[in-house]
């Protein structure tokens, strides 16, 4: 049974610190870049962080805005993952891979990035199994989800926002799980469990 385990590689930051969350927990990933291993895989995390204007390019450029779009295997799109899973981003004003029919839009109070650790409320769905609403986890984003159809949990900083989604096979954080100490590696157990 093929229970490969694939990061996708792109020009955004922080994949090596998912890669490393999942060896702490036993669990070889790889990271690559190539579109078949990537649709061969058992399950796919597309983590990051960076500007999805330019991010959405070069996934374009390398036809991996198509390949992500049709997986139909699980899927963990982590921060700039999540935002560019959605329809249109104001970071930029960049069309995205609209899987999740949603804008992201830019924080316009408070201190932007948002910064540290909010409680998750509204819990719902596989990847939060075990765990309770007011659990904390780690955030860094000046951009943001309303909350929507496809929400499974919600943190707020001045207003409620998207902390996570869900469509079909396709599972979503705005937080990011492998900096958020014992309660981020269960959600990452619980993706892989899926």
């Not at 960049?94 to 932007?112: M, P």
């Amino acid at each position: 049974m093929n229970q490969k385990i694939v990061i996708i590689k792109y020009n955004a930051g922080n994949i090596r610190s998912v890669d490393f969350a999942l060896r702490r927990m036993g669990i070889n990933a790889e990271i690559t870049g190539d579109p078949d291993k990537i649709r061969t895989a058992a399950k796919v995390i597309f983590p990051g962080v960076g500007e999805a204007s330019g991010t959405m390019e070069y996934l374009r450029q390398r036809g991996l805005d198509i390949v992500i779009s049709q997986l139909t295997q699980p899927v963990l799109g982590i921060c700039l993952g999540m935002q560019l899973m959605c329809r249109y981003s104001e970071e930029g004003f960049t069309d995205c891979l609209n899987i999740f029919d949603t804008e992201v839009i830019k924080f316009t109070g408070g201190k932007v990035p948002h910064m540290g650790w909010n409680a998750l409320e509204k819990l719902n769905g596989k990847l939060f199994y075990k765990l309770n609403k007011g659990t904390y986890v780690y955030y860094v984003h000046s951009y943001f989800v309303p909350e929507n159809i496809n929400t499974t949990a919600v943190s707020f900083y001045g207003i409620p926002f998207s902390a996570a989604m869900q469509r079909d096979n396709f599972y979503a954080t705005q937080f990011h799980p492998e900096k958020s100490g014992g309660y981020g590696e269960l959600i990452l157990k619980n993706f892989i469990s899926l």
